[in-house]
């Protein structure tokens, strides 16, 4: 039994909506908070007053204070001032977002300039406090949970709200994970289960095997950490601000206030959208028209518009989907059992979507709002009362790796591996007499480094002068049970760890990663490149000669059929490419010009073979 000292609460950290769970005598349950509700609203104000106001409060009051209100923080946190989705807060928000020191995200709330991790602490602290109360103890442990597609920066940015918030945050876990727990939880089930979680901001899909023994294993993962209720909520008011300009000729974005309401009114519209076919969006004095007179917004809006409005969304979750049961390998019918987790997975359009995709009716075993804390304190109990039997093994939703000469994406770590991992490679120097490295750390899928999310730079000094290539730096790459990452380098010399200065990765603009892009002068390149490149070169010169070989038959055969003339012109420029590829020395180039190859030269024989 643990002991109170031990107690750890399990928190959802949601876009729109924060539940904090316990497990209490072998049962998990949700804490109320003081007004008796499960949830509470992610939102924080400060007031005129200088006041600072959490949850219900907050959000009571968010019209008439709409510029110090904060809602959807979690859409910001461990973002960069230069991402696209900052630019789009910023010009949609009713609440000010400036750019902080080191081009990250603050947002200025009575003159005073608060980073995001702050304004989630404040949330955080207020879930504590609620579990304080009901528990009559101090509680400092905890588990949080975040999207499963939340990159490093994401993850760490949120572990350091725990922390202000003066909570020992003692792992972090995915959302759609916490839900399959909750899920599994003293069931003793053998299934593989998929996760669809659509919520107030962001969207996952995980699928899991849940083993009998107690192991949660994940398989795979993917989602949109841009993709939420919070879009479906953006359409409607779209839809209602341009009726309102056609209708008066006004925009009623120019007005802090209205843009509020509007969005209480959005939001209030879709929910009931999901048990009613119609609803009436009631608005009155909503502005003043050029001649002092009040306007009122009055529409009805019935559900197959909010279909509409929102299709390209559901489907893009649904596109989601597929892909993720591509990388696990899967097909439909392995699916045993789909949970639908978030406050979007209510609304009747997304239900019928994903029973239409997986082809079977989802679970109702788990409760949307409450499964993810539920699954938090499942696992906070686990990590701390080592007699429970259950294992936890997640996955890195996404790939990690550096970026090497040329602005390419060299992944150390592929996207769902099991965490924790690491993973050791050896580099070497890119010049002669070069006594600094630069590493540049960066988390996606892309090839092109600059279009992947950078984690951290390194910059690994005092090597010994030598021609390049001489020199070899031992690079380990760590992913903890966090999912949070760490790097270690090693000068292979003299077996000394090098000191590392990692710069936050929000200290750099993507305009300065591009700079580093095209110099890539002090970076490193990879031993294995070489060897690589030979037998890339060696295979793309093959396929090369063995198609300049069926050219002239291949020719002929075009001339006396005149069919296919764009096939012989695009094989010419893939020939060209390739030349190319491999007198620039640039591997991925020549990997790529190397599938072009294989693909014209079948389809050469081919040609050959037919007239034969
Ligand atoms: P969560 O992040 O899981 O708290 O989900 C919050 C999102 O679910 C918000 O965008 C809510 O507007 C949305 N939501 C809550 N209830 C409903 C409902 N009955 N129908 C449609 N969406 C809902």
New binding site residues.
Partial sequence: MATSSERVIGIDL????S?VAIVENGVPTVIPNRGGYK?TPSMIAVTEAGKRLVGHIAKRQAITNAENTVYAAKRLIGRKWSSPQVRNAVATSSYRIVEGPHQDVRIVLREKEYSVAEISAMVLQEMKVIAEDYLGEPVTKAVITVPAYFNDNQRKATKDAGEIAGLDVIRIINEPTAAALSYGYGRNIEKIVAVY??????FDISILEIGGNGVFKVIATAGDTFL???D??ARIIDWLVQGFREEHNIDLRQDRMALQRLKDAA?KA??????VRETEVNLPFIISSGRNEALHLQRSIDRQTLEELSADLIERTVDICRQTLEDARLDKDEIEEVLL????T??PKIQMAVQGFFEREPSKGVH??EC?ALGAAVQGMALLDQSQQMILLDVTPHALGIMTQGGYFEELIPQNTTVPTHRQKIFTTSRDNQTAVKILVMQGESERADENELLGEFILTGLRRAPKGQVEIEVTFEINADGIVSVRAKDLETAKEQSIDVTASSGLTRDEVQKMVSSAKDQLVERRSTEEFEAAKQEAERLVGEIERLFPQVEQIVASSDFGRDAIEKARAILEKARNAVKRHDLVAVKEQVEGLSRTHRMFRGVVAKKN
């Fill in positions: 949601g876009t729109t909506n539940c949830t979680d659509f919520g107030g901001g962001t939420g209720g919070e479906v909520d939001e879709k929910c009931e959208l999901s048990s987790v978030g406050g979007m209510r609304t949307p709002d993810v």
